[in-house]
């Protein structure tokens, strides 16, 4: 586990004990990963906070599920977190435990291709989608000053390939200290192809 003030201990340690209970009746984390809680799920999102610029900046997290990573950004950082999850009972989920741990967030209970959420400097998934659907969903909620934190496994470098087919970006890539096959894909100047060559 990374370090983190005892504040944001506390909010984590409320936020898993309702994430257990309310797992027990919807599918939020995988019954085999449970016993991993802290450090495939909580810690692997943590990375992602600590790339989060200080101060109160707005973030979008898409396909929020059980709340990895948005969530656990919000309880470990001063962001404007937004969490945009269409499955109603994983929105209320996010609610709730929000409530619990004591963090502001706003819950958008609808689909990304719809989802009404203004711009922001920061755009956040873990587990969600190939990258490409990824850019089509995320440059709808970035800031042209903003960039894209992805969290993606072994086939990083492959979806990568694939998407800048139709994507111009500059990427960073930050291994992950939680999986040694992960990638945080730090994306930024994000724009299309068919853009570039318009120019």
Known sequence: M???SRETRDRLDRYADILLRWNQRINLVSPHDLP??????????LQLAQMIPCGPIDLVDMGSGGGFPGLVIAC???????????????????????????????????RLETADVPPAQVVTARALAPLPRLLEWGTRFLRPDGF???????????ELMTASTDWH???????????????????????????????
Do not use: Y
């Not at 450090?39 to 999102?45: E, F, G, K, L, Q």
């Not at 269409?86 to 004591?102: H, I, P, V």
């Open 36 to 45: 991993h809680l802290w450090s495939r799920h909580i810690a692997d999102s």
């Open 2 to 4: 990374p370090d983190v």
């Open 148 to 158: 894209c934190l992805f969290l993606k496994g072994r086939n990083a470098e492959e």
């Open 169 to 199: 970006m500059a990427t960073t890539r930050i291994p992950s200290r939680t999986n040694t096959d992960g990638v945080i894909l730090k994306l930024s100047d994000i724009r299309r192809v068919t853009d570039h060559n318009n120019e």
């Open 76 to 110: 470990a950082t001063d962001a404007r977190v937004t969490l945009i999850e269409s499955d109603q009972r994983k929105a209320a989920f996010l609610r709730e435990a929000a409530r619990t741990a004591g963090v502001q967030v706003r819950v958008c209970a609808q």
